[in-house]
């Protein structure tokens, strides 16, 4: 039986173990002391349902519940009858992110184990509806003027790249306001975190040398008269580090960040112009970076060397 099943659909029934085995350990850690009629629905099929929605590009909880109700093959595999109804989706999803996803995220980056030394923060544009009324206008090197959202992102730069920590913002924010990811690599045991010329200010480098991280970023040229003469002398420091062959090879990593996100927007669709509203199109964005950190899982467990080519340039 298991032999006339898809290779993709071999993939995803590896998710969903992956899956169950997240909900377990979150229902063993978080008891409940509800009494009272039981859900309908346990919390690792509506998690299986919402990584389902990513995998297929299903941008609505309306489109997701006829495409399950079609699915008959995924609706046995997690035990469910019928779809839940898109109102519900929206109201445990919302439940789910206010008290799991930090949870889920924190389980699957401890199993991956990840080497943590050295870090990579950067951001990158989301276009959006231009109706989306809660979007912003920012501006990229790319792209020049845009409508839409930000996401800022903390990832291990050393042999695998995995999200560890990220913020969802309006474009109109600026790169070097996300302080928050250099805190976050702190806490992670970094050493080394390295970023773009967005990151290049005194407030990152003063708090760098505090948590004793070696801060590497890109020079920012719009952020001084002369380049001979910069008032910073942590700044300065940076800029004669960047002109040495150790820094050059340091600050050459950041560019690993650029090829996750290229497989992100490629191959999840983590762009998506069709969303309208800040709370939507952050939760389209932070279910794909769960769904990609369970098939990095995955990855671990089956012990294959890491990848980011797209899933259909990948030897099977």
Known sequence: MTNDIKPQKRKFLKILFAIEKIAQILRVSRKSNKRGRPRKFGLFQIIACLVYKVKNSITSFRELEYKINEDREFRRAIGIEKSPDHSYFA???AMIEEKYLADIKEILVSAINPDTSIRVV????????KNDRHAATGVCAVLGFYNGYKLHLLVTGKDEIIPLAWEFSCANEHD?????????????????LI?????DSEKWFKAA???EIKFVAGVNKRNMKNKDNVR???RAENMKYLETEEGKKVYRKRTMIERLFSKLKGEYKLENMRLRGFRTYKRHVEWILI???FEEFIRKLEKRKFTLAYVWNQFC
């Open 232 to 234: 910073s002398e942590l």
């Open 291 to 293: 769904t990609y950190l």
């Open 91 to 93: 109201k445990y999803a």
């Open 176 to 192: 070097s306001q996300k302080i928050e990811l250099l805190y976050r690599a702190w806490i992670y045991g970094a050493k080394i």
């Open 122 to 129: 950067d951001s990158t544009p989301l276009r959006s509806s």
């Open 209 to 211: 040398q505090e948590l």
């Open 195 to 199: 970023a773009d010329a967005g990151y």
